[in-house]
């Protein structure tokens, strides 16, 4: 297998969007970061080097890291962060896996800028038969705050209250001429008529699930999370952070004067709470005569087919039309039987500090997020180590793998049962092979929300998923256990459940938590270890020399 190099430093850089300039953390002075482009079987070595005052790590979103979990990134649990002026090489090789991915920073809130498209190109053909003009851009949703990211995230968390909302999301770090003092920071995909075109979608917003769609153009869905669907026709589709969609366009429309189209994404808001309700918006460019080549003319339309901000029945029957391929060549490997069935609640938690010594040091009324009541603490070792050394983790209590009481999750009322939350870092203990099913609950403890779920160093089958309270006789039932879609991170419905299914076969700990990252800042995570099997090909690596130290 070939070895492929990166070296990624991590710098300021001073950036301008909305007319306000600050530095900005990025990698190679780029924002959003490089691609990194790959083929299946690679290994890869990033050399990150840290040229900045303070921690960072890199998560390969979406890789496996199969037994390689010392490379997957997550700050604290399965590496001490990198320091400043220090480096360290994630090496890993990308087995078995395909399709558009993404890296991001792991420490902080730096994934706000630190982020980029992870692109496996496939050993055999694509399983769809279209010929695919190479446009092959990633297009990454990000948002953009004036105030420094650091700022917004220490306000938030001294405070406990929600962060100032984002100024503008931005298509591959452009917001857009729909924001004051953006008319230039416009991301254009060119195409030309007639062809068709693979878009990489990603979102790497910090807080906020997206709808996408591209005027008067239909898209085919054909990959989520790096795993390949039956395609399938839609006006738009929702994207969750952490999530990751190809679809197909076919440049098919008359151009008009101008040929241009607007391609917009607005957030898919389900908290009371909320948060930044604008539309970023790009041109999709029909490459005509070149001599009539109109420049945009405002205004600019918001396609019609865009969801509106609250459209739930959009996004559930979206989601309820992702199905895996389940061909010969991709079989589907969804666990027809489980050995463990854990369910868990996902809350936030409104929590009185004043007189409680357990608010992690905070003082006053405040957030907190938890999963089964846990609010997730992290940790000032690396996990991945204190396993691989026998220690602690041993002796710690497990996750529960049931919430505290049953109650009606989904009620009406949602401040009778806001527990208060116990605060630790708590893992789930699984054997080499071990099927695992996850009942995600959403609740009502202040509000419910829809909650993209991301598990690392695995992928796993959303069996089923709806509304109000799981029911354990009636719902695994229904469940599809034939094509289910196959990913990394499942949006679970707001006021509803998901449950997801896996194979433990990933030696490690491994990080399981809300991709908004306010959500995990409050506790909205776990973590769980499995232990090396008995062959040799199913045991973890040991630590590469240079892991930096704690
Ligand atoms: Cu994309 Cu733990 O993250
Ligand atoms: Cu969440």
Redesign the pocket.
């Known amino acids: 297998y070939t070895i492929k190099k990166f070296h990624f430093n991590v710098e300021w850089k001073n950036i301008t969007r909305l007319c306000h300039s600050k530095l900005v953390l990025t990698v190679n002075g780029k924002y959003p970061g490089p691609t990194i482009d790959v083929n299946e079987g690679d290994n890869v070595h990033v050399t990150v080097t840290n040229k900045v005052a303070m921690n960072t790590t890199i998560?390969w979103?979406?890789v496996r890291q199969l037994r390689s979990a010392w490379a997957d990134?997550?700050a604290y649990?399965t590496q001490c962060p990198i320091g400043a002026g220090k480096a360290y090489t994630y090496k890993f090789s990308v087995v078995d896996q395909r399709g558009t991915l993404?890296w991001?920073a792991?420490f902080s809130w730096q994934?706000a800028s630190i982020y980029g498209a992870f692109i496996i190109h496939p050993r055999t053909p694509f399983p769809f038969s279209l010929p695919i003009y190479p446009a092959n851009v990633p297009i990454i949703f990000g948002e953009w705050w004036n105030e420094d990211v650091e700022i917004v995230e220490s306000e938030m968390m001294l405070y406990g209250g929600g962060p100032q909302i984002s100024d503008a999301y931005t298509f591959n770090g452009l917001p857009g001429p729909l924001y004051p003092c953006s008319d230039k920071d416009i991301f254009i995909q060119t195409v030309i008529p007639g062809k068709s075109y693979l878009l990489r979608l990603i979102n790497a917003a910090l807080n906020d699930e997206l709808f996408f769609a591209v005027a008067n153009h239909t898209l085919t869905v054909v990959e989520i999370d790096g795993v390949y669907t039956k395609p399938f026709a839609t006006t738009a589709i929702m994207i969750a952070?952490?999530q990751t969609t190809n679809v197909l366009l076919t440049a098919d429309q008359l151009p008009g004067p101008t040929g241009i189209f607007t391609m917009a994404a607005r957030p898919y808001l389900t908290s009371v709470f909320h948060f930044n309700n604008s539309t970023t918006i790009a041109f999709l460019k029909y490459q005509t005569n070149p001599k009539s080549n109109h420049p945009p003319i405002p205004p600019y339309p918001i396609p019609q087919n865009l969801p509106n901000l609250e459209d739930t029945l959009f996004a559930t029957n979206f989601l309820n039309s992702l199905k895996s391929l389940g061909s010969n060549k991709f079989p589907c490997k969804v666990p027809q039987k489980i050995d463990k069935q854990v369910i868990t609640t996902i809350s936030l938690n409104l929590q009185d500090c004043s007189s409680n010594q357990t608010c992690r040091g905070f003082k006053q009324n405040r957030f907190f997020a938890s999963m089964n009541n846990q609010s997730f603490v992290r940790p000032w070792i690396s996990l991945l180590e204190s396993h691989y050394h026998n220690q602690t983790l041993r002796s710690s209590p497990g996750f529960p793998e049931r919430p505290p009481f049953a109650f009606n999750y989904t009620g009406v009322d949602p401040f009778t049962e806001n527990m208060s939350p116990s605060f630790g870092t708590r893992v789930l203990r699984l054997r080499y092979g071990e099927r695992l099913e996850i009942v995600l609950q959403d609740t009502n403890f202040l509000n419910p929300e829809n909650h993209p779920i991301?598990v690392?160093g695995h992928n796993f089958f959303v069996v089923g998923r709806g509304f109000g309270n799981f029911d354990a006789g009636r719902d695994p039932v229904r469940y599809n256990l034939v094509d289910p879609p196959e990913r990394?991170?499942v949006a679970v419905p707001v006021g509803g459940w998901a449950a997801i299914r896996l194979v433990a076969d990933n030696p490690g700990v491994w990080?399981v938590?809300c991709?908004l990252e306010e959500h995990?800042s409050w506790g909205l995570a776990m973590g769980f270890v499995v232990e090396s099997g008995k062959e040799a090909s199913q045991r973890l690596l040991p630590p590469p020399t240079d892991l930096p130290p704690c």
Request: glycine letters at 16%.
């Open positions: 998560h979103h979406g990134g997550p649990i993404w991001h792991h994934r952070p952490g991301h690392h990394n991170t990080f938590h991709h995990t």
